[in-house]
């Protein structure tokens, strides 16, 4: 491979992988697309790989529109690991459902390099095509079920609201072109640096902002969240709630850090008072909520406001503290998502809370793994959930946040009531009705099993890891 | 001493437990037999704590240390002085007999509640032995599902309620403490340059004036909400009620001396200022806790009620005596946790063998119980006086410390004339005690048999009196010879007194 291209490898893995599941996906057999999955998994899987022997390498390609650095690579990680996942639980999933295509994989592969492009883009013009290829690919998974109305009508919602937000997007980046006339990220730095209080720039910067608020879901953006969360594929769900989620706070705290330095304690204030509603709004509407996905969509939004409170910490020990919980949030979602997709009840997938009712009793070893990462959603040691908020709180102790981590420490305290909900559902009651059963699945187990190693691995020994997120950040912090 | 008793004693029942996990479903009595065989490991094992402690020495001993995150100063810091010795002990000892009261209580799902049982115990007991204020935190956290669980997959008709109560009470209590942690962690650290969650260094700091407050309270709160001082104790009877009787037991015996403990081994040494300057508060609330837990308890139709609302005057007697900061009062107030684990762990075990035989605990339902089952109310009649503290038993040696410990506060130089006010309110409580355990003792026991499903009552079985004796033992052995038991905690006791006056003499501004 030339020298200019090595930076480039982990995307080119995906984007090859993807031209070549198009390909195969000519050839026969018709019936079964299973191996396209394996081909894709491996692909991903490549990519992860090629993206861990990057680590510590920095380089810049296509006049410097990619960057590649520890940062870009760390979210690499994240990003295929949660599309590796998602794969694997996609598998068994699709069949099941009668919607075994070769496009699914070729669009989880293209969202995939959408996202990973974000975690290297240099250049609001790479931000932005990068997520449009994310948001496209994820508009069509979401309504991939085209038979069920709720999948029409997430991918419908998800596209309206997605295209308003790309619209924000661009007109800030074309308010930003305007005042600083640059769409590099480095060179805007600089020029902002004498512009800190240009109208122009600022309007622009808070446009980009709107856009990003959007693809993490924070407050007052996250109105597409339950919906397109309940209606898509459970799969494409756990996709959207933690690839498209790690891939827009990559290029979020990029942009923050990086370029609009100038201005941290603006957005510092704005954001906080975000995190606070963010997590505030999102734990008190899970609460009500009786559909498993629909929770799981409001705690999302939740765990994005324990996200920006470490963005508000900033510093290597805040921004680190993200990233780490980006990949704990990966696993820990990703796990609870694998765990309702691979249940069934009657025909219909298992995502109403009186589904999970006696579930303890029947399948101990499902419902061991959904309490385990529900668990870690709440933050329980010695889960990764724990350490993960453990370093995100510690880092807004140190920065004088004080107040702001109490906040969230309460809502911590309150999102246990409903995630606890369904451990007793679980275990404390009965089963009535129909039984809930598991699918039979080699691959969503091997999928949970990682989850699991994940969320146990992270939360005993979070230490090497986290070293790992904070030298991570150093290149945005310089 | 290289040996790591201390790791042995803490993760031998998660080991079980794994092994337990793998065993054949359905074999009920195997699994029963192992649980209960490793618990007696591990009480054994603990007993080696207490042949090889020095009690001469205030120093924690049997010390473990290994870097776990060193990046942030946190290391698996393990050791116990005289003050936890007696704790992870009564851990030991009750979780053992907790099981083996189980056996007949708990037919479903045995497998999971002795899984369940075992964790809980080495989150307890972690607790006790956690020199690191991180690792103590997280097995003060992880402790909360087990017993979470307990209620709520083995309790009673309203365990779901009382079981989501139980944890957010002590969620909301624990997640205030870790902001708390996270801020002393911080503090001392840019004060002194080093970055530690140890607990021994962290002891060595004075945190300034107006945060030692904040981080106090956040501090006192969740240990308050543990033990429970009065108003943070209404999830305790709720728990209580619903809880099996193994539950009730650990969680009167153990869990509600992790608030006690908390109190003594954290707020005083780590924010001796602000300790003295909340005692008041603090009296007035054990005060109130001690006369309404009594008078609540008076008239209590349910025997399980009446011992849980027992309960939150007894720990108001211990709160009271940790505050004094007399060596008396505190050694008092630790035999006293030790004496309230054995007693009312024990009229928990009586009141869940009298429910397995009639499935009531109305005190209506009951009454001349002594006519057709003397073992069982004999037994109860000396568990009843031991926890309203007649002397000879166990609960006068704690109560009489205590109460010496609160004269001797109220005549010290700091204190307003007032102040005996406390030791005398707080000797109400003693005769309160007395009225609602004997009065209830009397309608359970005495008196014509009332109901014709009492005449056929079978007495106290070999696996019961297995249960009770070895309680009934150390009740009698504090109550005469408290001396081997006193004498653990002397040293740490004193050491713990002087490291509270000379930081609070080294304060600026201190008295």
């Known amino acids: 491979m030339p020298g200019a291209l090595v930076p480039l490898a982990p995307l080119l893995l995906v984007a090859a992988t993807a031209a070549l599941v198009i390909l195969l996906d000519l050839l026969p057999p018709r019936e079964r697309k299973g191996h396209l999955a394996v081909v894709a998994l491996v692909g991903v899987v490549a990519a992860l790989l090629a993206a861990l022997l990057l680590w510590g390498r920095e380089g810049r390609a296509f006049g410097g529109m990619l960057v590649l650095d520890n940062f870009a690579v760390f979210l690499d990680v994240v990003i295929c690991y949660a599309a590796a996942l998602v794969l694997l639980l996609s598998m068994d999933y699709l069949r099941r459902n009668g919607m075994e295509t070769g496009e699914y994989y070729i669009l989880v592969l293209l969202a995939t390099l959408g996202m990973m492009l974000m975690a290297q883009a240099a250049d609001l013009i790479v931000i932005f095509l990068a997520l449009e290829l994310m948001s496209l690919s994820l508009y069509v998974l979401a309504g991939l079920f085209r038979g069920r109305l709720t999948s029409a009508e997430a991918s419908m919602k998800y596209f309206l609201l997605g295209a308003f937000a790309t619209g924000f997007f661009v007109y800030g980046i074309a308010l930003i072109y305007g005042a600083t006339g640059t769409t590099a990220l480095d060179r805007i730095a600089a020029a902002a640096g004498g512009l800190q209080r240009d109208p122009l720039l600022l309007i622009g910067f808070g446009l980009l902002l709107v856009g990003f608020g959007f693809k993490i879901s924070s407050v007052p953006f996250h109105m597409w969240v339950p919906d397109v969360y309940e209606g898509a594929p459970t799969s494409v769900t756990a996709l959207i709630a933690t690839g498209s989620k790690a891939a827009g706070f990559a290029a979020l705290l990029r942009v923050l850090f990086s370029t609009f330095k100038v201005n941290q304690p603006d957005w510092t204030l704005l954001l906080l008072v975000v995190a606070v509603l963010t997590m505030t709004l999102g734990n008190v509407i899970a609460i009500a909520q009786s559909n498993l996905k629909r929770m799981l969509a409001y705690s999302s939004i939740a765990h994005v406001g324990y996200m920006l409170v470490g963005v508000v910490a900033g510093g290597a020990l805040g921004v680190g503290s993200v990233l780490f919980y980006l990949l704990v949030y990966t696993f820990t979602t990703v796990g609870a998502f694998g765990v309702i997709l691979l249940l069934e009840r009657g025909r219909q997938e298992a995502v109403e809370l009186d589904d999970y009712a006696g579930l303890a009793a029947r399948h101990p070893v499902l419902a061991l793994a959904l309490a385990l990462f529900l668990l870690s959603l709440v933050g329980m040691p010695p889960t990764a959930g724990f350490a993960g908020k453990f370093y995100l709180f510690g880092a807004a102790v140190r920065s004088g946040y004080i107040w702001l981590v109490i906040i969230a420490v309460l809502n911590s305290a309150v999102a246990a009531y409903y995630y606890l909900r369904v451990v007793v559902y679980m275990y404390m009651r009965e089963p009535a009705g129909l039984p809930t059963r598991p699918a039979p699945s080699f691959a969503g187990r091997l999928a949970l099993a990682v989850a699991l190693w994940g969320v146990f691995q992270l939360g005993v020994m979070p230490a090497p890891v986290l070293d790992l997120a904070q030298a991570a950040v150093a290149p945005l912090l310089r | ?511």
């Open chain 2, 1 to 511: 001493m290289r040996e790591p008793i201390l790791s042995a004693v803490t993760f031998l029942p998660v080991l079980g437990a794994v092994v337990i996990a793998l065993l054949p479903r359905g074999r009920a009595a195997l699994v029963r037999w192992f649980a209960f065989l490793v618990a007696v490991a591990t009480f054994a094992v603990s007993l080696l704590l207490y042949a090889g402690f020095d009690a001469a020495s205030a120093d924690y001993q049997f010390p473990e240390r290994l870097p776990w995150m060193p990046s942030f100063g946190i290391s698996y810091h393990l050791g116990i002085d005289g003050i936890s010795l007696l704790l992870v002990l009564l851990t030991t000892f009750l979780s053992p007999l907790a099981l083996l009261s189980s056996w007949r209580a708990v037919q479903d799902r045995v497998k999971e509640f002795s899984i369940t049982m075992l964790l809980l115990e080495t989150g307890m007991l972690g607790v006790f032995v956690s020199l690191d204020l991180f690792l103590f935190y997280i097995f003060w956290e992880a402790m909360l599902i087990p017993m979470y669980l307990i209620i709520g997959v083995w309790g009673g008709p309203a365990r779901i309620y009382a079981a989501i109560k139980f944890i957010l009470y002590t969620l909301t209590g624990s997640v205030l403490m870790l902001v708390a942690i996270l801020a002393l962690y911080f503090q001392h650290g840019a004060a002194t340059g080093t970055y530690t969650f140890d607990l021994p260094v962290l002891a060595g700091y004075v945190v300034p004036g107006g945060s030692q407050v904040w981080l106090f309270l956040a501090f006192a709160v969740a240990f308050a909400i543990k033990v429970p001082l009065f108003p943070f104790h209404t999830w305790l009877p709720d728990a209580h009620v619903e809880a099996p009787t193994a539950g009730s037991v650990i969680l009167a015996g153990v869990l509600l001396k992790m608030g006690t403990y908390g109190f003594l081994r954290f707020c005083l040494p780590l924010f001796p200022q602000a300790s003295l300057a909340f005692v008041p508060w603090i009296f007035l609330l054990s005060l109130v806790g001690i006369v309404y837990g009594a008078w609540v308890s008076m008239v209590q139709p349910d025997l399980k009620k009446l011992v849980a609302y027992s309960s939150v005057s007894h720990l108001g007697f211990v709160v009271l005596g940790l505050f004094t900061l007399t060596p008396q009062g505190i050694v008092g107030g630790i035999i006293q946790m030790v004496n309230h684990g054995l007693s009312t762990g024990a009229l928990f075990l009586m009141v869940g063998i009298l429910y397995e035989r009639r499935h009531t605990r109305l005190i209506a339902d009951f009454g001349g119980l002594w006519k057709t089952i003397p073992a069982f109310s004999a037994l109860f009649m000396i568990v009843s006086l031991s926890s309203l503290g007649l002397p000879g038993l166990n609960g006068f040696v704690g109560e009489f410390l205590i109460l010496v410990g609160a004269f001797a506060w109220a005549s010290g130089p700091s204190a307003a004339p007032a102040a005996y006010l406390v030791p005398v309110l707080a000797t109400s409580g003693i005769v309160f005690a007395a009225v609602y355990l004997l009065w209830m003792y009397q309608r359970v026991c005495f008196g014509e048999i009332t109901s014709e499903a009492n005449r056929g009552l079978a007495d106290l079985t070999g696996r019961e009196w297995a249960v009770l004796l070895p309680v009934l033992l150390f009740i009698v052995w504090i109550g005469v010879y408290p001396r081997p038991f006193t004498g653990m905690t002397e040293a740490s006791v004193q050491a713990l007194i002087t490291q509270v006056q000379s930081k609070v003499a080294a304060a600026p501004g201190g008295r």
